[in-house]
């Protein structure tokens, strides 16, 4: 069974740009969580889709948005890129969203890059 | 609001000695807790979690773990660990009606022979 898949592995953009991020769950899962992981900040919850709909956010400004997919993939968009967004972003899948004792894997992450 | 802390950031150790990481948590309600690991330019894996039930949670890879509600602590522990251990260790938590994990700031385990 194919894992959580995320595309690119790296993305090197400048200041002010646009940058997405794209994630494939595990097949049946219809949970998508997004996390950033940036130097000295630890993990940090962005985004959750379920069903192809936003049903929480983390302390991010809003030019950090997504989407799900009806086949339950996903994208995140991080609008007027700036330097402090350089970070690991990892994409997490779950069977469903109903329950917070559900495991969440996690795909192997996108390396965003900012200059 | 519930929030996860690692004591160490980092653990040095020598393969074949016992090691137990540290995490605490707060929270106002009951909450499930998770151990996760990540390897070197890789994702995160669940290596064990606590839902209810026996506070000794045995997870893979010879890890276990135990649940101590009036320490609020999940510690992590290995009998015997090898060099291929050497990773950064997350502790996170949920809690019931939230889907969404809260995760301490890692714990670097290095294991030199």
């Known amino acids: 069974e194919a894992g959580v898949t995320q595309s690119p592995t790296h993305l090197i953009k400048t200041r002010g740009q646009q940058a997405t991020l794209r994630c494939s769950p595990i097949s049946g899962h219809t949970s998508v969580y997004w996390y950033q992981q940036a130097l000295g900040l630890g993990l940090q919850f962005l985004l959750w889709?379920?069903?192809?709909?936003?049903?929480n956010r983390g302390n991010f400004p809003p030019r950090f948005s997504g989407r799900q997919f009806p086949n339950y993939s996903s994208e995140l968009n991080v609008n007027a890129l700036e330097l402090e967004d350089s970070a690991l972003y990892l994409c997490?899948?779950?069977?469903?969203?109903?329950?917070?004792?559900?495991?969440?894997?996690f795909g192997p992450g996108t390396r965003l890059l900012v200059l | 609001a519930q929030s996860v802390t690692q004591l160490d950031s980092q653990v040095p150790v020598f393969e074949e000695a016992p090691v137990e990481l540290r995490c605490n948590y707060s929270?106002?309600?009951?909450?499930?807790l998770f151990w996760y690991v990540q390897y070197p330019n890789q994702g995160l894996q669940l290596l064990l979690k606590y839902l209810s039930g026996s506070t000794l949670v045995k997870g893979i890879n010879g890890f276990e773990a135990e649940f101590n509600k009036s320490q609020t602590s999940f510690h992590l522990r290995k009998p015997s660990v090898h060099i291929s251990d050497t990773a950064e260790y997350f502790c996170?938590?949920?809690?019931?009606?939230?889907?969404?994990?809260?995760f301490g700031k890692g714990t670097m385990l290095l294991v030199s022979p």
């Open positions: 996170a938590v949920s809690e019931p009606g939230y889907s969404t994990l809260t």
């Open positions: 929270s106002s309600v009951s909450v499930y």
């Open positions: 997490a899948s779950s069977f469903s969203g109903q329950g917070a004792r559900e495991t969440q894997y």
């Open positions: 889709y379920d069903e192809g709909e936003e049903r």
